[in-house]
């Protein structure tokens, strides 16, 4: 089983940038699909971004296209989440997620394990 601890999240301006880490333990880090999720106040969990366990393949959702990357260092058991041009509809809670298996996925029920999450917020 892999716990999950993610970092990074702080409050910056419009036009900003933010990395998020999601730090792994407990596992066999190679072996999990990730993902990054986030819920802004008063809405529903949404899908950001998945990479594959070898980097090989990434999803992301249309709204964050072109601004965020993700990434992994199975070496050092660690996800990114490289934000730029940050907008304050990016203002959320942002969990990392896992999943055994092989394919990339958007839905969250496919993920099996969770973080607590980290807040980032974006004024104007």
């Known amino acids: 089983q892999v716990q999950l601890v993610e970092s990074g999240g702080e409050s910056v301006q419009a036009g900003g940038s933010l990395r998020l880490s999601c730090a792994a333990s407990?596992?066999?880090?190679?072996?999990?699909?990730l993902g990054w999720f986030r819920q802004a106040p008063g809405k529903e969990r949404e899908f950001v971004a998945a990479?594959?366990?070898?980097?090989?393949?990434?999803a992301y959702a249309d709204s964050v296209k072109g601004r965020f990357t993700i990434s992994r260092d199975n070496a050092k058991n660690t996800m990114y989440l490289q934000m730029n041009s940050l907008e304050p509809e990016d203002t959320a809670v942002y969990c990392c997620?896992?999943?055994?298996?092989?394919?990339?996925?958007?839905?969250?029920?496919?993920?099996?394990?969770w973080g607590q999450g980290t807040q980032v917020t974006v004024s104007s």
């Open positions: 407990g596992g066999t880090f190679s072996n999990y699909v």
């Open positions: 997620a896992a999943r055994t298996g092989i394919m990339i996925k958007s839905r969250q029920s496919t993920y099996d394990y």
């Open positions: 990479i594959s366990r070898t980097s090989a393949s990434t």
